[in-house]
DNA sequence: TAGATTGTTAATCGATTAACAATC
DNA sequence: TAGATTGTTAATCGATTAACAATC
């Protein structure tokens, strides 16, 4: 099976809509429901649970816990995930305190920069410096890492991660990078969203200019 | 016409190539190496083109620089791209302290808390009471603002927004807006953003295990 | 049983690519 | 002219939705 980016957004949606059911005190849903929570049809609620093997009842839709199991173990959520930042500016650092991903499981365990003065074991992760990154991912199997460091500095510290072993990356950096088939790089361009907006914006405005 | 997200992102990266291309000596340039340079095909490309009514020469490719100007153009970027940051926690300050827009024509003019100890008109943007967002956006016309609030307070806040006339807002808060027909909000989700890439990882390493 | 919802197949829709005539 | 590249139409591909038999 392929299992394609737009898939498992939803997964990941799913199981946000699922955690606040479950807390209403929920114990089924129908593809219906979970359908409308997104902005989908039922249809494709019921085609992607089945492309990850979950199976409902024929008429008593789903259960919530075990569909939260399920999602769980797809999302990897029974293993431990332990990511690192590397490049502690302004934006890294602001991702190593950011403490959102906690309640999902998602843990920063550590910084990396070159700037030997912001060196600390203080605060919510330690930073360390950038000399000590390879080991540090070899000997705690890191497999995921931020990158938010120059974009002068980003395809060469990417293909450090990379030689290290990460399978995934987080990029900031405003530089599209490309990985090898061993390690998957997402790219965000702040940059490039705000363009984003801008343009729709122009585009909405010249419609309405043609609709009057 | 209809113009998809994916037709926007791709200007946005024809833009960058060019520009590269224009500060190499590039003049003109074929639809098949901006095909390559993005990694689709040189039909798409054209077909881009065609659909903002930008043409070439039938036998000598298209124009860099004319190029650039009507991508420039199309994106906007003959207005002033003025934005707003509001919710100058880590990531808020982060954001107004990261200069990399302004290359591109894009500056943060001020940034918005309602915590009042970080009112300040230092820096490279000042900070106001969030009390003056309203009078602040109706009176300098801001068309975008950048939401970098908690959880808690993003929905009412970007209602507070969409009130004050605001067309496009890039929210960071980890909750999924959804605004009305007038205002467009493109969400940025990191914890989804790393738990899309510890899924991939997760289904790379199945299949791997199959093809062994 | 009657009614409702799943699981799955067929239909639709949209985006991308291939192909090729037009033409510089 | 011959060769190369555009502009555009047709073909392909993939994702989503509609439909419906199976069945609880």
């Known amino acids: 099976m392929t299992v394609t980016h737009d898939m498992i957004r939803r997964l ?63 999302l990897g959520k029974n293993c431990s995930q332990q990511i690192i930042v590397v490049g502690c500016g302004k934006i890294g650092t602001a991702l190593i305190d950011y403490n959102n991903f906690k309640q999902d499981g998602i843990k920063v365990v550590a910084g990396f920069d070159v700037a030997s003065d912001i060196i600390t074991t203080e605060g919510p992760a330690p930073i360390y410096d950038i000399s000590e990154l390879e080991e540090f991912i070899r000997r705690e199997q890191i497999q995921i890492a931020i990158l938010a460091v120059p974009e002068s500095a980003a395809a060469h510290t990417a293909d450090t991660l990379i030689h290290a072993g990460i399978k995934g990356i987080l990029n900031f950096a405003p530089i599209q990078l490309k990985g090898p088939s061993n390690c998957i790089i997402r790219n965000i361009n702040i940059r490039m969203e705000i363009e984003h907006l801008f343009c729709l914006i122009h585009f909405q405005e010249k419609d309405e200019a043609i609709n009057e």
Chains 1, 2 share one sequence.
């Open 12 to 74: 990941s949606r799913y199981k946000t809509v699922l955690k606040r059911l479950k807390s209403l005190g929920f114990v089924k849903v129908f593809s219906d429901n979970l359908g409308d929570a997104l902005g989908i049809s039922a249809s494709l609620v019921r085609k992607d649970f089945a492309s990850f093997g979950i199976t409902g009842n024929k008429r008593g839709g789903y259960q919530v816990e075990a569909l939260l199991v399920k999602l769980y173990e797809i």
